[in-house]
Protein backbone atom coordinates (compact mmCIF):
# COMPACT_ATOMS: atom_id res chain seq x y z
CA UNK A 1 0.00 0.00 0.00
CA UNK A 2 3.05 2.52 0.72
CA UNK A 3 4.67 1.84 -2.55
CA UNK A 4 1.01 2.65 -4.40
CA UNK A 5 0.89 5.61 -2.71
CA UNK A 6 4.76 6.44 -3.20
CA UNK A 7 3.86 5.62 -6.83
CA UNK A 8 1.39 8.37 -7.37
CA UNK A 9 3.21 10.77 -5.41
CA UNK A 10 5.72 10.62 -7.77
CA UNK A 11 3.88 10.83 -10.53
CA UNK A 12 1.82 13.66 -9.57
CA UNK A 13 5.34 15.86 -9.22
CA UNK A 14 5.91 15.16 -12.66
CA UNK A 15 3.31 16.03 -13.90
CA UNK A 16 3.46 19.04 -12.37
CA UNK A 17 6.72 19.74 -13.18
CA UNK A 18 5.53 19.54 -16.81
CA UNK A 19 2.80 21.96 -16.34
CA UNK A 20 5.10 24.63 -15.05
CA UNK A 21 7.93 24.18 -18.17
CA UNK A 22 5.39 24.32 -20.83
CA UNK A 23 4.18 27.45 -19.22
CA UNK A 24 7.62 28.67 -19.19
CA UNK A 25 7.76 27.96 -22.93
CA UNK A 26 4.12 29.27 -23.76
CA UNK A 27 4.96 32.48 -21.98
CA UNK A 28 8.53 32.99 -24.17
CA UNK A 29 7.14 32.41 -27.40
CA UNK A 30 4.17 34.61 -26.92
CA UNK A 31 7.18 37.89 -25.57
CA UNK A 32 9.13 36.79 -28.61
CA UNK A 33 6.51 36.73 -31.78
CA UNK A 34 6.47 39.14 -34.24
CA UNK A 35 4.27 41.93 -34.35
CA UNK A 36 1.76 42.10 -37.10
CA UNK A 37 2.58 44.28 -40.41
CA UNK A 38 0.83 47.50 -41.24
CA UNK A 39 -2.18 46.91 -43.71
CA UNK A 40 -1.54 47.45 -47.51
CA UNK A 41 -3.93 50.47 -48.82
CA UNK A 42 -4.09 52.12 -51.98
CA UNK A 43 -3.81 55.91 -51.67
CA UNK A 44 -3.42 58.96 -54.18
CA UNK A 45 -1.57 61.88 -53.83
CA UNK A 46 -3.78 65.11 -54.69
CA UNK A 47 -2.60 67.65 -57.39
CA UNK A 48 -4.21 70.86 -58.59
CA UNK A 49 -5.53 71.32 -61.58
CA UNK A 50 -7.21 73.71 -64.09
CA UNK A 51 -11.56 73.42 -63.70
CA UNK A 52 -13.53 74.91 -65.69
CA UNK A 53 -17.39 76.03 -64.58
CA UNK A 54 -19.53 73.17 -65.93
CA UNK A 55 -23.00 72.52 -65.89
CA UNK A 56 -24.86 69.03 -66.48
CA UNK A 57 -28.20 68.66 -67.93
CA UNK A 58 -30.58 65.46 -69.26
CA UNK A 59 -31.10 66.09 -72.41
CA UNK A 60 -32.78 64.11 -75.23
CA UNK A 61 -32.19 64.13 -79.17
CA UNK A 62 -34.35 64.63 -81.88
CA UNK A 63 -33.59 64.47 -85.49
CA UNK A 64 -32.67 68.15 -86.95
CA UNK A 65 -35.46 67.72 -89.87
CA UNK A 66 -38.66 64.79 -90.22
CA UNK A 67 -40.78 64.46 -93.00
CA UNK A 68 -44.10 62.38 -92.87
CA UNK A 69 -44.80 60.60 -95.98
CA UNK A 70 -48.56 60.58 -96.44
CA UNK A 71 -50.86 59.98 -99.32
CA UNK A 72 -52.76 63.33 -101.26
CA UNK A 73 -55.07 60.90 -102.80
CA UNK A 74 -57.22 58.09 -101.86
CA UNK A 75 -55.13 54.69 -103.06
CA UNK A 76 -54.03 51.35 -102.57
CA UNK A 77 -50.44 51.07 -102.20
CA UNK A 78 -49.07 48.99 -105.06
CA UNK A 79 -45.27 49.03 -104.58
CA UNK A 80 -42.59 49.24 -101.47
CA UNK A 81 -39.29 50.79 -103.34
CA UNK A 82 -37.14 51.24 -99.69
CA UNK A 83 -36.40 49.26 -97.04
CA UNK A 84 -37.41 50.49 -93.75
CA UNK A 85 -34.20 52.22 -90.96
CA UNK A 86 -32.35 52.82 -95.10
CA UNK A 87 -30.54 55.70 -96.06
CA UNK A 88 -32.55 57.58 -98.74
CA UNK A 89 -31.96 60.66 -100.97
CA UNK A 90 -33.85 63.39 -101.81
CA UNK A 91 -36.28 62.04 -105.10
CA UNK A 92 -36.12 58.79 -104.87
CA UNK A 93 -39.42 57.04 -104.92
CA UNK A 94 -40.43 55.20 -102.13
CA UNK A 95 -43.96 54.13 -102.66
CA UNK A 96 -46.44 54.06 -105.48
CA UNK A 97 -50.16 53.64 -105.66
CA UNK A 98 -52.32 52.34 -107.60
CA UNK A 99 -52.68 55.13 -110.66
CA UNK A 100 -55.60 54.03 -112.30
CA UNK A 101 -58.49 56.25 -111.09
CA UNK A 102 -55.88 58.97 -111.48
CA UNK A 103 -55.35 57.91 -115.27
CA UNK A 104 -59.20 57.94 -115.75
CA UNK A 105 -59.15 61.13 -114.17
CA UNK A 106 -56.53 62.61 -116.13
CA UNK A 107 -57.78 60.47 -119.92
CA UNK A 108 -61.18 62.40 -118.90
CA UNK A 109 -59.79 65.83 -118.15
CA UNK A 110 -57.82 66.05 -121.50
CA UNK A 111 -61.12 64.87 -122.91
CA UNK A 112 -63.13 67.77 -121.86
CA UNK A 113 -59.91 70.50 -122.65
CA UNK A 114 -60.44 69.41 -126.40
CA UNK A 115 -64.13 70.01 -126.05
CA UNK A 116 -63.76 73.33 -124.10
CA UNK A 117 -61.46 74.28 -126.71
CA UNK A 118 -63.21 73.30 -129.69
CA UNK A 119 -66.59 74.90 -128.23
CA UNK A 120 -64.19 78.07 -128.01
CA UNK A 121 -63.34 78.17 -131.73
CA UNK A 122 -66.67 77.52 -132.49
CA UNK A 123 -67.71 80.87 -130.45
CA UNK A 124 -65.04 82.40 -131.75
CA UNK A 125 -66.27 82.08 -135.47
CA UNK A 126 -69.50 82.52 -134.70
CA UNK A 127 -68.59 86.17 -132.83
CA UNK A 128 -66.79 86.76 -136.17
CA UNK A 129 -69.45 86.21 -138.17
CA UNK A 130 -71.96 87.97 -136.29
CA UNK A 131 -69.81 91.50 -135.69
CA UNK A 132 -68.94 91.75 -139.48
CA UNK A 133 -73.19 91.05 -140.22
CA UNK A 134 -74.20 93.75 -137.38
CA UNK A 135 -71.89 95.76 -139.29
CA UNK A 136 -73.72 96.05 -142.45
CA UNK A 137 -77.07 96.00 -140.51
CA UNK A 138 -78.08 92.75 -140.36
CA UNK A 139 -78.01 91.55 -137.54
CA UNK A 140 -79.57 93.06 -133.76
CA UNK A 141 -77.47 94.12 -130.83
CA UNK A 142 -79.09 91.92 -128.75
CA UNK A 143 -78.60 88.91 -130.67
CA UNK A 144 -75.01 90.51 -130.92
CA UNK A 145 -74.48 90.47 -127.67
CA UNK A 146 -75.75 86.69 -126.77
CA UNK A 147 -72.97 85.74 -129.47
CA UNK A 148 -70.25 87.87 -126.93
CA UNK A 149 -71.70 86.20 -124.33
CA UNK A 150 -71.46 82.53 -125.57
CA UNK A 151 -67.90 83.49 -126.18
CA UNK A 152 -67.12 84.13 -122.97
CA UNK A 153 -68.50 80.96 -121.31
CA UNK A 154 -66.19 79.51 -123.59
CA UNK A 155 -63.52 80.89 -122.33
CA UNK A 156 -64.77 80.17 -118.90
CA UNK A 157 -64.99 76.67 -119.66
CA UNK A 158 -61.72 76.51 -121.31
CA UNK A 159 -60.03 77.81 -118.25
CA UNK A 160 -61.98 75.26 -115.65
CA UNK A 161 -60.80 72.23 -118.41
CA UNK A 162 -57.17 73.37 -118.47
CA UNK A 163 -57.43 73.27 -114.64
CA UNK A 164 -59.13 70.33 -114.28
CA UNK A 165 -56.13 68.50 -116.43
CA UNK A 166 -53.66 69.80 -114.37
CA UNK A 167 -55.02 69.07 -111.22
CA UNK A 168 -55.14 65.24 -113.11
CA UNK A 169 -51.78 65.19 -113.73
CA UNK A 170 -50.97 66.43 -109.95
CA UNK A 171 -52.65 63.48 -108.93
CA UNK A 172 -50.92 61.39 -111.26
CA UNK A 173 -47.89 62.58 -109.55
CA UNK A 174 -48.74 61.90 -106.28
CA UNK A 175 -49.22 58.22 -107.24
CA UNK A 176 -45.18 58.29 -106.64
CA UNK A 177 -44.23 59.55 -102.98
CA UNK A 178 -40.37 60.37 -102.83
CA UNK A 179 -38.34 61.75 -100.24
CA UNK A 180 -38.16 65.25 -99.77
CA UNK A 181 -34.74 65.72 -98.89
CA UNK A 182 -31.47 63.24 -98.15
CA UNK A 183 -32.00 61.16 -94.94
CA UNK A 184 -33.19 57.93 -93.25
CA UNK A 185 -36.63 56.31 -93.78
CA UNK A 186 -38.37 55.16 -90.50
CA UNK A 187 -40.79 52.37 -90.25
CA UNK A 188 -43.51 51.51 -92.55
CA UNK A 189 -47.05 51.83 -91.14
CA UNK A 190 -48.95 49.83 -93.69
CA UNK A 191 -48.28 47.50 -96.19
CA UNK A 192 -48.75 46.45 -100.33
CA UNK A 193 -52.38 46.74 -100.75
CA UNK A 194 -53.94 48.88 -98.24
CA UNK A 195 -56.21 51.93 -98.62
CA UNK A 196 -54.34 55.12 -97.69
CA UNK A 197 -55.87 58.95 -98.04
CA UNK A 198 -54.81 62.10 -96.83
CA UNK A 199 -56.86 61.05 -93.38
CA UNK A 200 -54.85 57.89 -92.48
CA UNK A 201 -51.73 59.15 -91.12
CA UNK A 202 -48.30 58.82 -91.90
CA UNK A 203 -47.38 55.67 -93.94
CA UNK A 204 -43.29 56.57 -93.24
CA UNK A 205 -40.77 59.56 -91.83
CA UNK A 206 -37.86 60.35 -93.35
CA UNK A 207 -35.19 61.96 -90.91
CA UNK A 208 -32.31 64.32 -90.87
CA UNK A 209 -30.03 63.04 -88.31
CA UNK A 210 -26.52 65.02 -89.32
CA UNK A 211 -26.55 67.39 -87.34
CA UNK A 212 -28.37 66.11 -84.62
CA UNK A 213 -30.48 68.52 -81.99
CA UNK A 214 -29.76 68.05 -78.57
CA UNK A 215 -33.31 69.49 -76.83
CA UNK A 216 -32.83 70.33 -72.61
CA UNK A 217 -34.59 72.85 -70.31
CA UNK A 218 -33.20 75.75 -68.02
CA UNK A 219 -35.19 77.03 -65.28
CA UNK A 220 -36.57 80.71 -65.55
CA UNK A 221 -34.12 82.49 -63.41
CA UNK A 222 -30.85 81.15 -65.45
CA UNK A 223 -32.66 82.04 -69.26
CA UNK A 224 -33.84 85.44 -67.47
CA UNK A 225 -30.02 86.20 -66.86
CA UNK A 226 -28.94 84.95 -70.46
CA UNK A 227 -31.28 86.94 -72.13
CA UNK A 228 -30.79 89.82 -69.59
CA UNK A 229 -27.29 90.42 -71.34
CA UNK A 230 -28.80 91.38 -74.45
CA UNK A 231 -28.50 89.81 -78.10
CA UNK A 232 -25.27 90.31 -79.06
CA UNK A 233 -23.74 89.06 -75.28
CA UNK A 234 -25.85 85.90 -75.76
CA UNK A 235 -23.97 84.78 -79.40
CA UNK A 236 -20.51 86.17 -77.53
CA UNK A 237 -21.00 83.66 -74.31
CA UNK A 238 -22.81 80.85 -76.91
CA UNK A 239 -19.29 80.42 -78.18
CA UNK A 240 -17.27 80.80 -75.18
CA UNK A 241 -19.34 77.52 -74.36
CA UNK A 242 -17.93 73.61 -75.14
CA UNK A 243 -21.00 71.47 -75.04
CA UNK A 244 -20.16 67.69 -74.73
CA UNK A 245 -22.49 64.38 -74.24
CA UNK A 246 -22.74 61.38 -72.42
CA UNK A 247 -24.04 58.96 -73.77
CA UNK A 248 -26.40 55.96 -71.95
CA UNK A 249 -23.11 53.56 -71.93
CA UNK A 250 -21.09 56.09 -69.94
CA UNK A 251 -19.02 56.96 -73.58
CA UNK A 252 -18.39 60.70 -73.96
CA UNK A 253 -19.89 61.59 -77.66
CA UNK A 254 -16.78 62.01 -79.76
CA UNK A 255 -18.00 65.06 -81.64
CA UNK A 256 -18.51 68.45 -79.99
CA UNK A 257 -21.37 70.70 -80.12
CA UNK A 258 -22.53 73.90 -80.31
CA UNK A 259 -26.02 75.81 -78.29
CA UNK A 260 -28.58 76.97 -81.58
CA UNK A 261 -31.49 77.96 -80.28
CA UNK A 262 -33.67 79.33 -77.17
CA UNK A 263 -37.32 79.25 -76.87
CA UNK A 264 -38.77 82.54 -76.56
CA UNK A 265 -41.63 81.70 -73.57
CA UNK A 266 -41.36 79.09 -70.89
CA UNK A 267 -43.29 76.49 -70.29
CA UNK A 268 -45.91 77.47 -67.89
CA UNK A 269 -46.58 73.67 -66.33
CA UNK A 270 -42.64 73.43 -65.94
CA UNK A 271 -41.20 76.94 -65.25
CA UNK A 272 -38.42 76.18 -67.91
CA UNK A 273 -37.53 77.28 -70.88
CA UNK A 274 -36.49 74.56 -73.53
CA UNK A 275 -33.08 75.18 -75.28
CA UNK A 276 -31.78 73.45 -78.21
CA UNK A 277 -28.23 72.21 -79.38
CA UNK A 278 -26.50 70.78 -82.41
CA UNK A 279 -24.22 68.23 -82.32
CA UNK A 280 -22.72 66.62 -86.13
CA UNK A 281 -23.82 63.17 -86.76
CA UNK A 282 -21.57 62.04 -89.83
CA UNK A 283 -21.50 58.37 -88.75
CA UNK A 284 -24.84 58.33 -87.35
CA UNK A 285 -24.12 56.84 -83.64
CA UNK A 286 -27.13 59.09 -82.64
CA UNK A 287 -30.76 58.36 -83.22
CA UNK A 288 -34.13 60.50 -82.30
CA UNK A 289 -35.19 60.08 -79.10
CA UNK A 290 -31.86 59.24 -76.98
CA UNK A 291 -31.76 59.99 -73.11
CA UNK A 292 -28.40 62.10 -72.87
CA UNK A 293 -26.26 63.79 -70.42
CA UNK A 294 -25.39 67.21 -71.73
CA UNK A 295 -22.13 68.95 -70.42
CA UNK A 296 -22.09 72.83 -70.89
CA UNK A 297 -18.70 74.20 -70.00
CA UNK A 298 -16.52 77.43 -70.16
CA UNK A 299 -13.12 78.02 -72.07
CA UNK A 300 -11.04 79.12 -68.68
CA UNK A 301 -11.03 78.21 -65.26
CA UNK A 302 -9.55 78.43 -62.26
CA UNK A 303 -7.22 75.93 -60.20
CA UNK A 304 -8.60 74.00 -57.89
CA UNK A 305 -7.73 70.48 -55.98
CA UNK A 306 -9.63 67.23 -57.00
CA UNK A 307 -10.33 64.64 -54.60
CA UNK A 308 -11.58 61.25 -56.37
CA UNK A 309 -15.10 60.38 -55.50
CA UNK A 310 -14.37 56.94 -55.16
CA UNK A 311 -12.14 57.82 -51.74
CA UNK A 312 -15.39 59.65 -50.09
CA UNK A 313 -17.88 58.39 -47.18
CA UNK A 314 -20.31 59.86 -45.59
CA UNK A 315 -22.48 60.14 -42.46
CA UNK A 316 -24.76 62.37 -40.61
CA UNK A 317 -22.11 64.69 -39.60
CA UNK A 318 -21.55 64.97 -43.34
CA UNK A 319 -18.50 63.78 -45.98
CA UNK A 320 -14.94 62.60 -44.84
CA UNK A 321 -12.23 60.62 -46.45
CA UNK A 322 -9.52 58.80 -44.80
CA UNK A 323 -5.80 59.97 -45.58
CA UNK A 324 -2.24 58.66 -44.69
CA UNK A 325 -0.13 61.34 -42.91
CA UNK A 326 3.76 61.73 -42.88
CA UNK A 327 4.14 58.70 -40.28
CA UNK A 328 2.16 56.37 -41.91
CA UNK A 329 -1.25 56.65 -39.91
CA UNK A 330 -4.60 56.45 -41.04
CA UNK A 331 -6.20 59.96 -40.43
CA UNK A 332 -10.32 60.91 -40.81
CA UNK A 333 -10.32 64.66 -42.81
CA UNK A 334 -13.81 66.07 -42.91
CA UNK A 335 -14.50 67.90 -46.72
CA UNK A 336 -16.56 69.69 -48.86
CA UNK A 337 -16.79 69.13 -52.13
CA UNK A 338 -18.38 70.88 -55.45
CA UNK A 339 -18.96 70.40 -58.86
CA UNK A 340 -18.16 66.39 -60.35
CA UNK A 341 -15.62 66.52 -62.69
CA UNK A 342 -15.66 63.26 -64.09
CA UNK A 343 -14.52 60.91 -61.59
CA UNK A 344 -13.41 63.70 -59.42
CA UNK A 345 -14.54 66.28 -56.71
CA UNK A 346 -13.78 69.61 -56.56
CA UNK A 347 -12.99 69.89 -53.13
CA UNK A 348 -14.23 73.33 -50.91
CA UNK A 349 -12.66 73.32 -47.92
CA UNK A 350 -10.26 70.24 -45.83
CA UNK A 351 -7.95 69.31 -48.15
CA UNK A 352 -4.67 70.40 -49.81
CA UNK A 353 -2.39 69.68 -52.51
CA UNK A 354 0.05 66.39 -51.74
CA UNK A 355 -2.82 64.93 -49.28
CA UNK A 356 -2.71 61.19 -49.75
CA UNK A 357 -6.06 59.88 -49.46
CA UNK A 358 -6.85 56.61 -49.22
CA UNK A 359 -8.99 54.55 -52.46
CA UNK A 360 -8.56 51.28 -51.73
CA UNK A 361 -8.82 49.35 -48.61
CA UNK A 362 -10.90 51.54 -46.32
CA UNK A 363 -12.64 48.96 -45.13
CA UNK A 364 -9.36 47.39 -43.52
CA UNK A 365 -8.08 50.50 -41.43
CA UNK A 366 -9.68 53.33 -39.02
CA UNK A 367 -7.86 56.86 -37.58
CA UNK A 368 -5.18 56.10 -35.47
CA UNK A 369 -3.64 52.86 -37.03
CA UNK A 370 -0.41 52.65 -39.45
CA UNK A 371 -0.41 51.50 -42.73
CA UNK A 372 1.71 50.79 -45.63
CA UNK A 373 0.11 53.14 -48.25
CA UNK A 374 0.52 51.91 -51.89
CA UNK A 375 0.40 54.86 -54.63
CA UNK A 376 -2.06 54.58 -57.32
CA UNK A 377 -2.85 57.02 -60.11
CA UNK A 378 -6.69 57.49 -61.09
CA UNK A 379 -8.04 58.25 -64.73
CA UNK A 380 -9.42 61.93 -64.10
CA UNK A 381 -12.46 60.45 -66.77
CA UNK A 382 -13.01 57.05 -65.40
CA UNK A 383 -11.95 56.67 -62.18
CA UNK A 384 -9.71 53.81 -63.08
CA UNK A 385 -6.90 52.87 -61.12
CA UNK A 386 -3.46 52.13 -62.36
CA UNK A 387 0.18 51.64 -61.01
CA UNK A 388 2.28 55.07 -61.66
CA UNK A 389 3.87 55.00 -64.90
CA UNK A 390 1.67 52.33 -66.17
CA UNK A 391 -0.77 53.18 -69.24
CA UNK A 392 -4.38 53.63 -68.95
CA UNK A 393 -6.57 51.31 -70.61
Not at 97 to 126: F, H, I, K, Y
Not at 230 to 255: I, P
Given at each position: M???E ?19 VG????A??P???P?A???VE ?9 R?F?A?T??SA??D?T ?6 I???L ?11 V?LR ?5 AN??L??A ?11 DS???NLD???D ?6 L?A?DL????DRF ?5 RL?TAEA????A?TN?EYAE ?5 N?W???L ?5 A?V?P???P?T?VL??D???VE??V?EAE ?9 E ?5 A???D???TL??GEV????G ?6 V ?10 I??V ?5 AVL ?5 VT??V ?6 AR ?9 E?I?GKF??LV?D???VA?R ?6 RD?A??VVE ?7 R???E?L?K ?6 V ?6 I ?5 VL???G???P
Amino acid sequence: MQLLEMFYKERLRALGWSLVLSLLVGCSESAESPSPQPVAVSVVELKTSEVRPSREFVARTSASARADITARIEAEIREVLFREGARVEQGQVLLRLEDTRANADLQQAEAELAAARAELDSARRNLDRGEDVAGKGFLSAADLDKLKDRFSAAQSRLQTAEAALQKARTNLEYAELKAPFNGWVGRLNYDVGAVVGPGTGPITSVLVTDPMYVEFQVNEAEFIAFRRAGAESAQAVAKSLDLSLTLSDGEVYAQPGTLDFADVQTDASTGTVAIRAVFPNPDAVLVPGLYVTLKVSGHTGEARVLVPQVAIQETIEGKFVLLVDDQNQVAQRFIKTGARDGALLVVESGLEAGDRVIVEGLQKVRAGVAVNPVRKDIDPDTGVLSQPGEAQP
